[in-house]
């Protein structure tokens, strides 16, 4: 099960292979938001408080599309093969 603070690997689309920490989950959609994935330009209107422009920030995608990475059992596997 994926939860907030694990790290996950992407299955598919165009950030294949990458790794992140997630950092929020969208239970109801099945979504998920990972650091440094499915980056997304967005425009932001100018306001009192803050500046106006284009931030990039990261976007949800589908649970489905990512693995759990465990740290543990991949050290594991590697001492045994040794």
Do not use: C, W, Y
């Amino acid at each position: 099960m994926i939860k907030k603070g694990l790290k996950v690997r992407v299955l598919t689309g165009r950030d294949k292979k990458k790794e992140g920490e997630v950092i929020e989950i969208d239970r109801p959609n099945n979504r998920a938001k990972v650091q440094g994935i499915n980056i997304v330009k967005k425009h932001v209107k100018t306001t009192k408080e803050k500046k106006g422009g284009i931030v990039s920030k990261e976007s949800f995608i589908h649970i489905s599309n990512l693995k759990l990475i465990d740290e543990k059992a991949k050290t594991k596997k590697t001492e045994a093969k040794k």
